[in-house]
Nanobody, 118 residues
Framework: QVQLVESGGGLVQPGGSLRLSCAAS????????MGWYRQAPGKQREVVAT???????AYADSVKGRFTISRDNAKNIISLQMNSLKPDDTAVYYC????????????WGQGTQVTVSS
């Protein structure tokens, strides 16, 4: 079973940038749809960005033009470059690996805190 470890969170001022990374174990990384999700206090977890096996990407409307998701299948890593950060981006950010076939996979990392505040 794949394991995911996030890194790169922290405290940043409004308008600043952060880069999150998620390292995956195992040999099937290229078969997963990878995604970043976030959960703010008192709110439901929401999708931020996803990248599929063909490197197609999708973004939440709230982050379009500010965030960029990428993956490196050789290193088993995905990243989330976050620019022009806003206080509303404050949340715990989670990495997710998903696959429907040949076997179902839906795995989450432990999360990394991102705080945007002056």
């Amino acid at each position: 079973q794949v394991q995911l470890v996030e890194s790169g969170g922290g405290l940043v001022q409004p308008g600043g940038s952060l880069r999150l990374s998620c390292a995956a174990s195992g040999s099937s990384f290229s078969t997963y749809v990878m995604g970043w999700y976030r959960q703010a206090p008192g709110k439901q977890r929401e999708v931020v960005a996803t990248i599929d096996r063909g490197f197609g990407t999708a973004y939440a409307d709230s982050v379009k033009g500010r965030f960029t998701i990428s993956r490196d299948n050789a290193k088993n890593i995905i990243s989330l470059q976050m620019n022009s950060l806003k206080p509303d981006d404050t949340a715990v950010y989670y990495c997710n690996a998903h696959r429907g076939f040949p076997s179902f996979v839906d795995t989450w990392g432990q999360g990394t805190q991102v705080t945007v505040s002056s």
